[in-house]
Structure formats: structure tokens, C-alpha cells
């Protein structure tokens, strides 16, 4: 059968990047996404804010939700110095399966816990499952309606502190309303948008920064 994009994605990893080299890892996945296929990785553009506001929190504890390929997982756990720990959330065990090897390749699997379930069954079990206090950083880039139910269920599981960053992807494309309209009118968080585009593309979007302010 046909094989499927994250299939073809990973290949192309395989066969191109340098093995436990991260940034030629991201290389090859925005070479093959501009030039061969485009997919829903946070790509470069705004991996390039990503990577500074993950530089910035210089986070202990970390978390992901919707890993995908993977991509974003190895942009984040690439700048993370030892004894951090990124936690990252898929629930569909074909992206999961090419995941794990994305990240294994680029030789960030001692810096990354890959769980594959649904964020609004795991969140609940973060505490007992990784012994985690609270998370300094939480990158949401999974379905983009279940970014306001997900925060609220972390503030709910007394997941975040005052200090605790989040960071949105496609705030604009495909779009969070919901959720922008809350982390931007609630007294419980601080947001500033970052203006950028699509990934691999001119289309509009951004990512929006909130700090939880307890
Ligand atoms: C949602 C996906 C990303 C991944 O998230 C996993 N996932 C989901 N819900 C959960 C959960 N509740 N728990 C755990 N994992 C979860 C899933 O399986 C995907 O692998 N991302 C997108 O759909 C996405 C789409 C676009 C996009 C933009 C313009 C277009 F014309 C077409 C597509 C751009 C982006 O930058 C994205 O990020
Ligand atoms: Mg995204």
C-alpha cells in the first residue's frame, strides 16, 4: 500500500540528515516540507520564536501536546539542557510511531518522554505517571479546539504556576478564537502575539505567548 506522508518524511530524515545532529534533522524536514511535500510542522520561520522563547523559560519541566512528526519536539528538546525533561502528547500511533523515530534519530530520546494518548486523558495523570510538580512551558500545537479546555483542565489538575508559559501555535491559521479571547481577557494570564506566517508559506498566522499569572 501507499505509503503515508509522516512515512515519506521520516525516509527523507533517514536518508539526509546527519544521525544524532538535531538542527540537520530540522534541516531536512523544512527542505523536504518546502521542496517536496508540505506538512503541519511548525517549520522554521516560527521555530525560530519558538526556539527563543523556549531559550528564555529555559524550562526544567516541559510539556508538548500534539507531537505529530515530531519536528517541533526535536526543535524544543534540542535546546533543553540535561536533566530537563520534554513530555510530549500524540494520541494517533501512526504520527507516534514516526515520532519516535524522528526524535531517536536526531539523539534526543534520553531528553524526551513520547506518550501517545489524548491530552484530555493524560493531563489528569501527569502528576502520578512523571512525579511532575508543575510545568514551566507548555507548547500547544494539537487540535485547535481543544486548546481552551486543555489550559483549563491544567490549571483545574494545578498543572501550571505563576510564571508558567504557554506558547499557541496557528492562533490565526487555522485559527484558536476561543482560546484567544480567553488567554487575552482573563486576569489570570498575560499575552503578547508574535505576528508570523503558515509554515512554509505567506499565509498569516502567529504564535501567542501567555504567562499564567496564578
Ligand atoms: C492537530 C495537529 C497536530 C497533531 O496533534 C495531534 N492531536 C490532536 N488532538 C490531540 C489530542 N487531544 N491529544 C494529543 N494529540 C492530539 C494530531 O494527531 C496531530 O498529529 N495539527 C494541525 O492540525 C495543524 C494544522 C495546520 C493546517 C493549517 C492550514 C491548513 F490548510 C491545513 C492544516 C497547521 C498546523 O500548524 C497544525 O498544527
Ligand atoms: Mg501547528
Known amino acids: 500500500t501507499r505509503s503515508t506522508r509522516p512515512q515519506r518524511l521520516l525516509k527523507a530524515v533517514q536518508e539526509k540528515a546527519m544521525k544524532g545532529d538535531p538542527q540537520s534533522v530540522i534541516s531536512t524536514i523544512d527542505y523536504f516540507c518546502r521542496h517536496s511535500e508540505w506538512a503541519m510542522n511548525v517549520g522554521d520561520e516560527k521555530g525560530s520564536i519558538l526556539d527563543s522563547v523556549v531559550c528564555e523559560v529555559s524550562p526544567t519541566t516541559a510539556l508538548e501536546l500534539g507531537t505529530y512528526c515530531g519536528y517541533s519536539t526535536v526543535r524544543i528538546a534540542r535546546l533543553l539542557p540535561p536533566g530537563t525533561q520534554l513530555i510530549t502528547l500524540e494520541f494517533n500511533p501512526a504520527f507516534a510511531a514516526v515520532a519516535r523515530q524522528v526524535i531517536e534519530y ?62 499557541a501555535d496557528n492562533v490565526i491559521c487555522p485559527g484558536t478564537p476561543e482560546y484567544l479571547e480567553y488567554v487575552r481577557n482573563s486576569p489570570h494570564y498575560k499575552s503578547m502575539y508574535y505576528k508570523s506566517h503558515l509554515e512554509y508559506t505567506k499565509v498569516e498566522d502567529g504564535l501567542e505567548k501567555s504567562v499564567f499569572l496564578g
Open 106 to 167: 536526531a539523539g534526543l530520546h534520553n531528553k524526551v518522554c513520547l506518550v501517545e494518548g489524548a491530552s484530555g486523558d493524560m493531563i489528569p495523570k501527569m502528576r502520578e505517571m512523571f512525579g511532575i510538580k508543575t510545568f514551566d512551558f507548555v507548547f500547544l500545537d494539537h487540535w485547535k479546539d481543544r486548546y481552551l479546555p486543555d489550559i483549563k483542565l491544567l490549571e483545574g489538575c494545578q498543572l501550571l504556576r505563576k510564571g508558567s508559559i504557554l506558547l
